[in-house]
Nanobody, 117 residues
Framework: VQLQASGGGLVQPGGSLRLSCAAS????????MGWYRQAPGKQRELVAA???????NYAGSVKGRFTISRDNAENMVYLQMNSLKPEDTAVYYC????????????WGQGTLVTVSS
């Protein structure tokens, strides 16, 4: 499974961005998808995740500002980011659990989000 993330960029504080991630079509069944981020000098952390049934999980720091969604038919996952803060600056990575005989986990290449005036 290949994950292709897009949508990063430079935005002013208080602005919005929408990240997209496409999972390649394959024999694998895509299960939970999510977004992680890694800021300079920090560990990678979970931002948000969503199951195939639509159940979501958010990091406390983004609750109420970010919304994760997915299109199961297209194997897409999105992250709508509103009210962005400088501390949201990071490389954002798409992640997916996939099943084919056993569980696999895949990462996308990352997309940089910079929040700065």
């Amino acid at each position: 499974v290949q994950l292709q993330a897009s949508g990063g960029g430079l935005v002013q504080p208080g602005g919005s961005l929408r990240l997209s991630c496409a999972a390649s079509r394959s024999k694998f069944r895509i299960n939970t998808m999510g977004w992680y981020r890694q800021a300079p000098g920090k560990q990678r952390e979970l931002v948000a995740a969503i199951t195939t049934g639509g159940s979501t999980n958010y990091a406390g720091s983004v609750k109420g500002r970010f919304t994760i969604s997915r299109d199961n038919a297209e194997n897409m996952v999105y992250l709508q980011m509103n009210s962005l803060k400088p501390e949201d600056t990071a490389v954002y990575y798409c992640n997916a659990d996939a099943w084919y005989g056993r569980q696999y986990n895949y990462w996308g290449q990352g997309t940089l989000v910079t929040v700065s005036s």
